[in-house]
């Protein structure tokens, strides 16, 4: 594997995703931000962003496979949230956890940055995903 992650001692734990990621590949992948759209464009989870972010991440694991990459190749996950809150976090977490063995996200999730954001690309978009990744 080129990826490896972990937290340090005297980082805080335990948190959802892990402090650092190293990568020792050569080919980077970019997935764009994914959002809670089927392939048609189709909205899924209208309103529920548990049910976005699951398939937000659906469609990263997606981008990631086109690749020929994984989340065991991923260095890194961001996460923009419309109208962020703290109360959210279970919300989100919930998603992350419902799909997280279907598509092979391995808990703690790997570093990743939450960012609250006022709107994205269409009002009943509530999340986006992006990943990066690297392969040997």
């Not at 464009?41 to 049910?51: K, R, W, Y």
């Amino acid at each position: 594997m080129s990826v490896k992650h972990f937290t340090p001692a005297g980082l805080p734990q335990p948190t959802p995703y892990h402090h650092v990621a190293v990568g020792t590949g050569t080919t980077q992948v970019h997935v764009s931000g994914q959002v809670a759209r089927l392939a048609d464009g189709t909205p899924v989870a209208p309103g529920d962003l548990a049910g976005q972010v699951a398939q937000a991440l659906r469609n990263t694991a997606l981008g990631l496979t086109g690749a020929g990459a994984s989340f065991a190749d991923v260095l890194r996950l961001t996460f923009y949230v419309t109208r962020w809150s703290p109360e959210k976090i279970s919300d989100l977490m919930a998603g992350v956890e419902a799909v997280a063995d279907e598509i092979g996200l391995q808990l703690p999730m790997p570093p990743a940055s939450l960012i609250g954001v006022d709107y994205l690309f269409e009002p009943d978009v509530l999340v986006e995903v992006e990943a990066t990744a690297l392969l040997d």
